[in-house]
């Protein structure tokens, strides 16, 4: 039988290539959108809640890199200032603080922590006295705790650190800014000590590193990692946070291996929960990605969704763009040892997570698994 022109058995062959395009698309949905409930449930007496996010700062820093001249640069940190001012990281702290009461996770590795400084500036003396315009890390812990969380700094690293440096924003005029980034884990603290306790906070700074020349100098993209030792349900495992270099593949490649021969190297199952600037999807992949792969690493949106994007990164560097953007999965959580990947989910995707203002939480995803830790 045909029907204008079209085979029975061709609609019957389309309606079901139809029906599996939307079955998958409803699987994207429900597994890059929806809160993991049971995850903040079994913090206290199930498996272990981890999650990666990735903050946001505000900028890139593009505006100044590659820049020659002295007005051009000046501008450019005048326009930095601005859009990290516009993001408004405040109202931002308290949607990321939400997505990760969301989660419910144990353990959470936050990335782009930063401490921005403002301050006058002489063309004679230079930049005066610096004031704190935001502190991120107090900003999402009071969020936290005003939202109903229970959460403590376990351990923070800086990074990259920017002394003060002029800008001008015309017709406003000459000002200075500087800004410190750090990598921070946040540890739960209403979890009974019997089931759940961390030790030997650790963190240290990548060899490999990037300079950015300026003209008022050069500055160091130095690099971070921190990691404790936990004990979770008696099974004890390290928990590792990092961020890696995110323009210059080479030298991202050497910061991983440094990670994995370093505070990675140990007797212990480990858990890097990361944004690491290392593409494992769309195709190809980043080297340093193929590399914790090929070392023994289990990547566990990977286990748990193999067919699905999977996107973490990213929305405009203004959070303000009004249809996502994300476009790669680069925020991670791999695994070595004896530990079962549960669940992952994404937070902070869906538009509905954005603030009063429009804003994304971040620029990046947050990403939240449920582990079985069963030790060496």
């Not at 939400?98 to 403002?118: N, R």
């Not at 950015?212 to 390290?238: E, K, M, N, Y």
Request: negative net charge; hydrophobic residues 45%; proline residues 7%.
């Amino acid at each position: 039988m045909t029907t204008m022109g079209i085979s029975f058995t061709a609609l019957k062959l389309r309606a079901a290539g139809l029906l599996a395009l939307a079955l998958l698309l409803a699987a994207v949905t429900a597994a890059t959108m929806v809160p993991l409930p049971a995850l903040a449930q079994g913090n206290a007496f199930g498996d272990l809640g981890v999650m990666t996010y990735n903050v946001n700062e505000g900028t890139d820093f593009l505006q100044v890199i590659g820049v020659t001249d002295s007005t051009q640069f000046l501008l450019g940190v005048g326009q930095i200032i601005t859009q990290v001012q516009g993001t408004n990281p405040p109202e931002r702290m308290q949607a990321v603080a939400a997505q990760i009461l969301a989660a419910g996770p144990t353990l959470v590795s936050l990335q782009e922590v930063d401490q921005w400084y403002l301050g006058s500036f002489s063309p004679v003396t230079g930049c005066g006295a610096m004031s704190l315009e935001y502190d991120m890390l107090q900003e999402l812990m009071d969020a936290l705790t005003a939202q109903g969380g229970h959460y403590q700094v376990a351990t923070q690293v800086q990074e990259i650190a920017i002394p003060p440096t002029p800008g001008l924003i015309p017709p406003s005029g000459f000002f200075c800014a500087a800004v410190t980034d750090n990598n921070v884990i946040l540890a739960r603290t209403d979890i009974n000590p019997q089931i759940f306790q961390w030790s030997n906070p650790q963190s240290g700074q990548f060899a490999a590193a990037v300079s950015l020349p300026t003209p008022v100098g050069t500055v160091p993209i130095v690099r971070s990692w921190a990691s404790l030792d936990v004990q979770f349900q008696a099974h004890t495992f390290r928990f590792i946070g990092t961020h890696l270099e995110s323009f210059v593949a080479i030298i991202r490649e050497a910061q991983g291996s440094e990670l994995r021969s370093g505070p990675a190297s140990t007797s212990l199952p480990v858990i890097v929960a990361m944004d690491s600037n290392a593409q494992a999807f769309t195709l190809p992949q980043d080297p340093t990605y193929v590399d914790f792969i090929a070392a023994g690493y289990n990547d566990v949106w990977q286990e748990i969704h193999p067919l699905l994007p999977g996107l973490t990164c990213c929305q405009s560097e203004s959070d303000n763009n009004p249809v996502s953007q994300l476009y790669q999965r680069i925020d991670l959580i791999l695994t070595i040892g004896n530990i079962q990947a549960q669940r992952i989910a994404l937070f902070g995707a869906n538009p509905s997570t954005r603030t009063p203002d429009g804003l994304w939480p971040s620029d990046h995803a947050g990403v939240a698994a449920r582990l079985n830790v069963r030790g060496n």
